[in-house]
């Protein structure tokens, strides 16, 4: 599953802003709280509402690509391009929904609108499995099928946008309004928000497993309309329970946007483009004050020095009598400039994390192709391909048992580091990322030549040999989505914390788009002079899929070169200002505790 996991449940509080980290004094709320308000009293409206909200998402991601292809008669590359898009989209809009949050509606708000987005779009996808006039006439082995007309797509589309709205809105959101609800300033408080954590990510699980399972079966093996009517259900019902317990939330106001802050320095630097930063211009850097206050003050480094002329007090007249800038958008602090150059850093990280998710991106539709069109009988139950995605699941968990109950535990009485470092986790993922495009295509090719032997649309393959490509493709979850999200956390302040959940979806999303825009030159390169194109059409025997694999594992091999040569330089945060050396492996043995 393209990064379900990881991606949702460690972005949520990611894109919580500033005031809801640990051990930072939360902003004014909107009026003074009831007595009884926040705490677990609120929160098992929170907890109740994420439950259901992530049992109806999960239900439609899990098996959108199948629905596409048996349903709407898409081609491959149709089918591909769709999802990409959506899934891309969907991990784009996010942004936009931090920013409105922060800035103007507030959480709770936002979560609503989101929620209320996301139902619509569901309702609207179900009716499409419902109304058959709503789609093309039904198709068995892809001959001659008739192709979705253009209003049954934009149909479709328009299920799909509100969905990625949707998310926009609830991503960024929902941890974050449950951190809200307990007075971090207390230690009993804080203990109260590490449980939330694990009862959040508790609930994600069981409604992962619940969408992986009986969603997808009902979808596959009864009904389309029924197994897309639960999820539908489910958000009409997480809605409701969101607003049973709006009377006892503890609502934040709005306190502004760290992106804006992040922009001005980069508006600030341009409109100082000309100047020289060796002719003794003085710097603006005062005490902090407002949102960063209690975090480390950051010192001037001379890295990036085009972004110090935003801090360059060119004229005294840029500053009032206060000594503070007549306009921000003109004049930024040294912290300010710090905290950008800080963002630019990661940069590099952040390519070798697209690579990494171009390749979990393959299983989650090629992948799922390949398990429509292999044997998946077993007696007289049909495993529905959809199911796969469980694979990917249960490797990333049995690997996160053996780590922290085998491996750990031996290297305890060891001197030396006993956790694996990001620079090791990212390399292991980028090779089981070469891995698994390896296996997928030695799976595929062997897939194929069955069925064109028998000469039949499925394969005699059975479905069951996919689990190694997917397990794999699990795996580079485990090492490298994780090692990377954690590497953005700890390398960014505790100000910029929303930053890092925000480019941790950005990769994803880029990586959406790329494998959209690489599919399709990959398909026009190779259906030129008549010969077996390596992608397109209804039938995967009639192409060469795994020459597509060999091509992406030629990528991970690349990214694996990038990232040794070049990126993993900038994984070393001891030159970070407030933090030393020891940053990464305290956090680590804090961990292990």
């Known amino acids: 599953m393209e990064n379900m996991i990881i991606a949702s449940a460690s972005s949520s509080f990611?894109?919580?802003?500033?005031?809801?980290?640990l051990g930072a004094p939360p902003p004014p709320l909107d009026s003074s709280p009831k007595k009884a308000a926040g705490g677990w009293r609120s929160v098992k409206y929170i907890l109740g509402n994420e439950s259901f909200e992530k049992l109806a998402s999960m239900g439609l991601i899990a098996n959108l690509t199948v629905y596409l292809q048996t349903q709407y008669n898409m081609d491959g590359l149709l089918v591909v391009n769709v999802f990409n898009v959506w899934s891309g989209s969907c991990n784009l809009t996010p942004l936009a929904g931090a920013f409105v949050s922060d800035a103007y509606l507030g959480r709770f708000r936002t979560l609503l609108?989101?929620?209320?987005?996301?139902?619509l779009g569901t309702v609207i996808i179900t009716l499409t499995a419902g109304i058959n006039d709503w789609r093309p006439a039904s198709c068995h082995g892809y001959v001659d099928c008739e192709q979705p007309h253009r209003w049954q797509l934009a149909i479709?589309?328009?299920?799909?946008?509100?969905?990625?709205?949707g998310a926009g809105g609830i991503r960024p959101c929902n941890i974050a309004f449950g951190?809200?609800?307990?007075?971090?300033?207390?230690?009993?408080?804080?203990a109260q928000l590490t449980s939330f954590f694990n009862w959040w990510y508790f609930s994600f699980t069981v409604a992962l497993v619940l969408a992986l399972t009986v969603v997808v079966y009902v979808q596959t093996n009864i009904s389309w309309v029924v197994g897309y009517a639960i999820p539908a259900g489910c958000l009409f019902f997480s809605i409701l329970v969101f607003l049973i317990g709006r009377h006892v939330y503890i609502m934040k106001k709005p306190q502004g946007s760290v992106f804006i802050e992040i922009f001005k320095v980069i508006v600030a630097a341009f409109k100082k483009r000309s100047l020289d930063l060796a002719s003794g211009h003085s710097l603006y850097d005062p005490p902090l004050s407002g949102w960063d206050q209690g975090e480390a003050k950051l010192d001037r480094t001379d890295k990036f020095k085009f972004y110090d002329k935003a801090?360059?007090?060119?004229?005294?007249?840029?500053?009032?009598e206060e000594g503070k800038p007549r306009n921000s958008w003109r004049l930024c602090s040294v912290h300010q400039v710090e905290q950008l150059k800080l963002l630019v850093g990661v940069v590099p990280v952040?390519?070798?994390g697209i690579g990494c998710f171009i390749t979990m991106d393959q299983m989650s539709t090629f992948g799922l192709m390949q398990a429509i069109q292999s044997n998946n009988s077993v007696g007289k139950f049909k495993i529905p391909p959809g199911w796969m995605g469980l694979s990917s699941m249960i490797a990333l968990s049995i690997w996160i048992f053996i780590y922290e109950k085998i491996y750990l535990p031996a290297k305890r009485n060891s001197k030396k580091d006993k956790r694996l470092t990001m620079r090791q986790r990212i390399n292991i993922g980028i090779v089981m990322a070469i891995l698994c495009m390896l296996v997928a295509a030695g799976v595929e090719k062997k897939r194929r030549e069955l069925a064109l032997k028998n000469g039949s649309l499925v394969s005699p393959l059975h479905l069951l040999l996919l689990i190694p490509q997917f397990s794999?493709?699990?795996?580079?979850?485990?090492?490298?989505?994780?090692?990377?999200?954690?590497?953005?956390?700890?390398?960014?302040?505790?100000?910029?914390?929303?930053i890092a959940g925000a480019i941790f979806f950005l990769s994803s999303s880029a990586a959406s788009y790329l494998n959209t825009v690489l599919v399709n030159i990959v398909h026009h390169w190779t259906s030129k002079n008549g010969q077996t194109p390596w992608l397109g059409g209804h039938d995967l025997n009639k192409i060469r899929l795994e020459n597509y694999f060999y091509l992406t594992a030629g990528l991970a091999v690349l990214n694996?070169?990038?990232?040794?040569?070049?990126?993993?330089?900038?994984l070393n945060i001891s030159d970070v200002p407030g933090s030393s050396g020891q940053e990464e492996s305290d956090l680590e043995l804090k961990a292990t505790a």
């Open 14 to 21: 990611s894109f919580s802003s500033r005031e809801a980290a």
């Open 113 to 119: 609108c989101g929620s209320i987005s996301s139902f």
């Open 156 to 165: 479709l589309y328009v299920g799909l946008a509100l969905l990625a709205i």
């Open 179 to 190: 951190a809200d609800q307990f007075d971090t300033r207390t230690e009993s408080g804080r």
């Open 311 to 320: 801090a360059v007090i060119a004229d005294p007249s840029e500053l009032n």
């Open 350 to 352: 952040w390519f070798t």
């Open 472 to 498: 794999l493709s699990g795996l580079i979850e485990a090492f490298s989505a994780v090692a990377i999200m954690e590497f953005f956390t700890t390398h960014l302040p505790e100000s910029m914390r929303t």
């Open 560 to 570: 694996l070169l990038y990232f040794n040569l070049f990126s993993c330089r900038y």
